[in-house]
Protein backbone atom coordinates (compact mmCIF):
# COMPACT_ATOMS: atom_id res chain seq x y z
CA UNK A 1 0.00 0.00 0.00
CA UNK A 2 1.17 3.35 -0.80
CA UNK A 3 2.42 5.44 2.30
CA UNK A 4 0.21 8.77 2.62
CA UNK A 5 1.92 11.73 3.76
CA UNK A 6 1.17 15.46 5.01
CA UNK A 7 4.01 17.04 5.30
CA UNK A 8 6.62 14.84 7.10
CA UNK A 9 4.12 13.46 8.84
CA UNK A 10 2.58 9.75 7.68
CA UNK A 11 -0.31 8.91 8.11
CA UNK A 12 -0.84 5.60 9.75
CA UNK A 13 -3.76 2.53 9.13
CA UNK A 14 -7.16 4.61 9.88
CA UNK A 15 -6.13 7.27 12.22
CA UNK A 16 -2.54 7.30 13.43
CA UNK A 17 -0.01 9.94 12.64
CA UNK A 18 3.54 10.03 13.41
CA UNK A 19 6.91 9.90 11.67
CA UNK A 20 9.32 6.63 11.17
CA UNK A 21 12.93 6.32 12.20
CA UNK A 22 14.84 3.33 12.93
CA UNK A 23 15.31 2.61 16.83
CA UNK A 24 12.63 4.35 18.10
CA UNK A 25 9.12 4.31 18.68
CA UNK A 26 7.40 6.85 21.29
CA UNK A 27 4.15 6.92 21.73
CA UNK A 28 2.56 10.34 22.68
CA UNK A 29 -0.37 10.35 24.59
CA UNK A 30 -2.29 13.75 23.94
CA UNK A 31 -2.52 16.80 21.84
CA UNK A 32 -1.23 18.51 24.36
CA UNK A 33 2.02 15.96 24.62
CA UNK A 34 2.74 15.84 20.16
CA UNK A 35 3.00 19.59 20.35
CA UNK A 36 5.27 19.95 22.79
CA UNK A 37 7.32 17.39 21.46
CA UNK A 38 7.43 18.82 17.90
CA UNK A 39 8.94 22.31 19.05
CA UNK A 40 12.01 20.79 19.42
CA UNK A 41 14.38 18.99 16.35
CA UNK A 42 16.20 15.97 16.67
CA UNK A 43 19.33 18.09 18.19
CA UNK A 44 17.24 19.59 20.78
CA UNK A 45 16.91 22.82 18.99
CA UNK A 46 13.90 24.92 19.29
CA UNK A 47 11.84 24.91 15.85
CA UNK A 48 10.49 28.40 15.26
CA UNK A 49 9.43 27.22 12.11
CA UNK A 50 6.32 24.50 12.57
CA UNK A 51 6.84 23.59 8.43
CA UNK A 52 10.81 23.17 8.89
CA UNK A 53 12.17 20.38 7.83
CA UNK A 54 13.61 19.12 10.73
CA UNK A 55 10.62 17.19 12.77
CA UNK A 56 11.87 15.27 15.16
CA UNK A 57 11.60 11.10 14.05
CA UNK A 58 10.80 8.31 15.97
CA UNK A 59 6.92 8.56 17.17
CA UNK A 60 3.35 7.93 16.80
CA UNK A 61 0.60 9.43 18.12
CA UNK A 62 -3.05 7.13 17.81
CA UNK A 63 -5.64 9.42 17.34
CA UNK A 64 -9.21 8.03 18.25
CA UNK A 65 -11.50 8.97 14.80
CA UNK A 66 -10.50 11.77 12.10
CA UNK A 67 -11.70 14.87 14.10
CA UNK A 68 -9.09 14.02 16.48
CA UNK A 69 -6.48 13.06 13.76
CA UNK A 70 -7.24 16.45 12.34
CA UNK A 71 -6.62 18.09 15.77
CA UNK A 72 -3.26 15.78 15.97
CA UNK A 73 -2.27 17.74 12.17
CA UNK A 74 -3.26 21.02 13.72
CA UNK A 75 -0.92 20.74 16.45
CA UNK A 76 2.20 19.93 14.25
CA UNK A 77 1.40 22.33 11.32
CA UNK A 78 -1.12 25.01 13.01
CA UNK A 79 -3.80 25.73 10.13
CA UNK A 80 -2.81 23.12 7.47
CA UNK A 81 -6.25 21.23 7.28
CA UNK A 82 -7.75 24.69 7.51
CA UNK A 83 -5.42 26.42 4.36
CA UNK A 84 -6.09 22.78 2.96
CA UNK A 85 -9.77 23.67 2.64
CA UNK A 86 -9.94 26.77 1.95
CA UNK A 87 -7.16 26.52 -1.44
CA UNK A 88 -9.28 23.67 -2.79
CA UNK A 89 -12.55 25.83 -2.17
CA UNK A 90 -10.63 28.54 -4.03
CA UNK A 91 -11.33 30.87 -1.29
CA UNK A 92 -7.62 31.13 0.26
CA UNK A 93 -6.94 34.84 0.74
CA UNK A 94 -2.94 35.11 -0.40
CA UNK A 95 -0.19 37.94 -0.04
CA UNK A 96 2.83 37.97 -1.96
CA UNK A 97 5.94 38.93 -0.32
CA UNK A 98 6.21 42.17 -1.76
CA UNK A 99 2.95 42.92 -0.29
CA UNK A 100 4.18 41.83 2.91
CA UNK A 101 7.56 43.67 2.95
CA UNK A 102 6.31 46.62 2.52
CA UNK A 103 3.50 46.76 5.30
CA UNK A 104 6.55 46.19 7.98
CA UNK A 105 7.40 48.98 10.22
CA UNK A 106 9.58 49.93 12.85
CA UNK A 107 12.28 46.78 13.23
CA UNK A 108 11.02 45.25 10.27
CA UNK A 109 10.88 48.39 7.82
CA UNK A 110 14.26 47.80 6.18
CA UNK A 111 13.34 44.63 4.74
CA UNK A 112 11.31 46.91 2.25
CA UNK A 113 14.84 48.21 0.76
CA UNK A 114 16.27 44.21 0.16
CA UNK A 115 16.34 44.31 -3.71
CA UNK A 116 14.40 41.40 -6.16
CA UNK A 117 17.13 39.43 -6.32
CA UNK A 118 17.84 39.32 -2.55
CA UNK A 119 14.23 39.08 -2.14
CA UNK A 120 14.19 35.47 -4.31
CA UNK A 121 17.28 34.19 -2.64
CA UNK A 122 15.29 34.59 0.65
CA UNK A 123 12.32 33.09 -0.32
CA UNK A 124 13.86 30.10 -2.00
CA UNK A 125 16.52 29.38 0.55
CA UNK A 126 14.18 29.96 3.90
CA UNK A 127 10.89 28.37 1.55
CA UNK A 128 13.27 25.45 0.86
CA UNK A 129 13.49 24.50 4.21
CA UNK A 130 9.57 24.24 4.63
CA UNK A 131 6.76 21.79 3.64
CA UNK A 132 4.64 24.07 2.92
CA UNK A 133 3.51 25.03 -0.51
CA UNK A 134 3.86 28.80 -0.88
CA UNK A 135 1.21 29.02 -2.82
CA UNK A 136 1.76 33.31 -2.71
CA UNK A 137 4.48 32.92 -5.20
CA UNK A 138 2.28 32.80 -7.94
CA UNK A 139 5.07 33.29 -10.33
CA UNK A 140 7.25 30.32 -9.36
CA UNK A 141 4.52 28.09 -8.20
CA UNK A 142 3.21 25.61 -10.98
CA UNK A 143 0.16 23.37 -11.08
CA UNK A 144 1.40 20.50 -10.26
CA UNK A 145 2.98 21.85 -7.51
CA UNK A 146 -0.80 22.09 -6.10
CA UNK A 147 -2.51 19.46 -6.52
CA UNK A 148 0.56 16.78 -5.10
CA UNK A 149 -1.33 14.41 -2.26
CA UNK A 150 -0.90 16.21 1.14
CA UNK A 151 -0.35 19.66 0.20
CA UNK A 152 -0.04 22.08 2.39
CA UNK A 153 -0.15 25.98 1.04
CA UNK A 154 1.18 28.50 2.47
CA UNK A 155 -1.02 31.87 2.01
CA UNK A 156 1.54 34.61 2.58
CA UNK A 157 5.43 34.68 3.65
CA UNK A 158 5.52 34.00 7.75
CA UNK A 159 7.47 36.00 10.04
CA UNK A 160 10.52 33.88 9.95
CA UNK A 161 10.67 34.57 5.91
CA UNK A 162 10.51 38.45 6.92
CA UNK A 163 13.18 37.97 9.72
CA UNK A 164 15.67 36.33 7.41
CA UNK A 165 14.84 39.16 4.71
CA UNK A 166 15.61 41.79 7.72
CA UNK A 167 19.14 40.32 8.05
CA UNK A 168 19.57 39.89 4.19
CA UNK A 169 18.51 43.81 3.67
CA UNK A 170 21.77 44.59 6.34
CA UNK A 171 23.75 42.55 4.34
CA UNK A 172 23.03 43.52 0.93
CA UNK A 173 25.02 46.79 0.72
CA UNK A 174 28.44 45.12 2.50
CA UNK A 175 28.02 41.35 2.62
CA UNK A 176 30.08 39.84 5.11
CA UNK A 177 32.62 37.34 4.70
CA UNK A 178 30.60 33.71 4.86
CA UNK A 179 31.60 31.18 7.87
CA UNK A 180 30.87 27.46 8.36
CA UNK A 181 28.22 26.57 9.08
CA UNK A 182 27.71 25.56 12.33
CA UNK A 183 24.78 23.46 13.76
CA UNK A 184 25.07 24.41 17.42
CA UNK A 185 23.73 27.58 16.42
CA UNK A 186 19.80 28.12 16.57
CA UNK A 187 17.78 27.62 13.22
CA UNK A 188 16.64 30.93 12.86
CA UNK A 189 19.23 33.24 14.38
CA UNK A 190 19.98 34.07 11.13
CA UNK A 191 22.26 37.27 12.58
CA UNK A 192 24.60 34.87 14.27
CA UNK A 193 27.43 33.62 11.73
CA UNK A 194 27.28 30.21 11.57
CA UNK A 195 24.02 30.11 11.09
CA UNK A 196 22.98 27.74 7.97
CA UNK A 197 20.53 29.41 6.25
CA UNK A 198 22.43 32.80 6.80
CA UNK A 199 25.98 31.33 5.72
CA UNK A 200 24.32 29.14 2.66
CA UNK A 201 22.77 33.16 1.60
CA UNK A 202 25.79 34.54 1.74
CA UNK A 203 28.19 31.74 0.02
CA UNK A 204 26.07 31.87 -2.98
CA UNK A 205 27.94 35.57 -3.24
CA UNK A 206 26.96 38.98 -4.25
CA UNK A 207 23.88 39.66 -5.86
CA UNK A 208 23.36 41.59 -9.01
CA UNK A 209 22.39 45.15 -8.64
CA UNK A 210 18.58 46.24 -9.81
Known sequence: MTARFTGELELFDEWSIGVRRAGRAVELGSIDALAEFVRTDDRGRYRPLSGARTMPGGWFYGARDGEDREAAIEAVYPLATVHSRQFKQGTLRVASLDEVL?????????????TAAGRDRARRLVCGECVRTPVWDQERVREPDTVSPGLI??????????????????????????SE?????????????G???????????PLPHD
Open 102 to 114: SRQSGRYENTSKL
Open 153 to 178: PCPEPCSVLVAFCREAALWEPEPPAA
Open 181 to 193: PDSAVPWAAFEEP
Open 195 to 205: NELRERYLMEG
